[in-house]
């Protein structure tokens, strides 16, 4: 089992920037070394959407086109922790933000099912 934490959510002027953090941990004492961690959103009354992803073990990086150059994923090893960094924000960036990891390299990171466990979710505010 494996349990996820995000962090880092709030309300934010269009322009600014926040950046989410992704706790993992595992009852076990697994490693996370290979393991690729996903982010997605969710805005009210549409479906969960990807944004990027992150392979644990060689760091290689997946972004949705509407995301790429103002978020960047990233990852701790040592603290088993992902992270988005989000600039430039717009209010369509609005949403609920989930972390989800699947145990082992995923065909297809921007996927919902490529994954198993997910966060709780936090929440991105941005005003105009």
């Known amino acids: 089992q494996v349990q996820l934490v995000e962090s880092g959510g709030g309300l934010v002027q269009a322009g600014g920037s926040l950046r989410l953090s992704c706790a993992a941990s595992a009852a076990s004492g697994r490693t996370f070394s290979s393991y690729t961690m996903g982010w997605f959103r969710q805005a009210p009354g549409k479906e969960r959407e990807f944004v990027a992803a992150i392979n644990w073990r060689g760091g290689s990086t997946y972004y949705a086109d509407s995301m790429k150059g103002r978020f960047t994923i990233s990852r701790d090893n040592a603290e088993n922790t992902g992270y988005l960094q989000m600039n430039s924000l717009k209010p369509e960036d609005t949403a609920v933000y989930y972390c989800?990891?699947?145990?082992?390299?995923?065909?297809?990171?921007?996927?919902?099912?490529?994954?198993?466990?997910w966060g709780q979710g936090t929440q991105v505010t941005v005003s105009s």
């Open positions: 989800a990891v699947r145990p082992s390299s995923v065909i297809r990171p921007s996927s919902v099912a490529s994954y198993d466990y």
